[in-house]
Nanobody, 127 residues
Framework: QLQLAESGGGLVQPGRSLRLSCVAS????????IGWFRQAPGKTRVEIAS????????KYDDSVKGRFAISRDITKSTVFLQMDDLKPKDTGVYYC????????????????????WGQGTHVNVST
């Protein structure tokens, strides 16, 4: 069974950057398409970025386009979320999740497509 672990969250001022990492503590991320989700306080979980197994296709929510970048390092079996120009509205718990990679170019779209979830890492953007 795949087990995911996120890291890299913390407290940061608006306009600064953070890089989140998602690794498999058991198993490998390589066969899985990966998504990052944000759950703001009192809100539902929102898919903000996802990446295909090949790493060649990505998708972003409009709220993060141009500021966040998802990537994967096949050699390290790690998926990253680079978050730049952070805003207070980016505050929340960030989860990575894995979805069955139906093809190397397939990108998930929707929370129901994901099979495994990490425990989340907190991001707080505040002065």
């Amino acid at each position: 069974q795949l087990q995911l672990a996120e890291s890299g969250g913390g407290l940061v001022q608006p306009g600064r950057s953070l890089r989140l990492s998602c690794v498999a503590s058991a198993g490998s991320l390589d066969p899985w398409a990966i998504g990052w989700f944000r759950q703001a306080p009192g809100k539902t979980r929102v898919e903000i970025a996802s990446i295909s197994t090949s790493g060649l296709r990505t998708k972003y929510d409009d709220s993060v386009k141009g500021r966040f970048a998802i990537s994967r390092d096949i050699t390290k079996s790690t998926v990253f979320l680079q978050m730049d120009d952070l805003k207070p509205k980016d505050t929340g718990v960030y989860y990575c999740a894995a979805a069955t990679g139906y093809s190397s170019s397939w990108v998930p779209d929707g929370v129901d497509l994901y099979d495994y979830w990490g425990q989340g890492t907190h991001v707080n953007v505040s002065t």
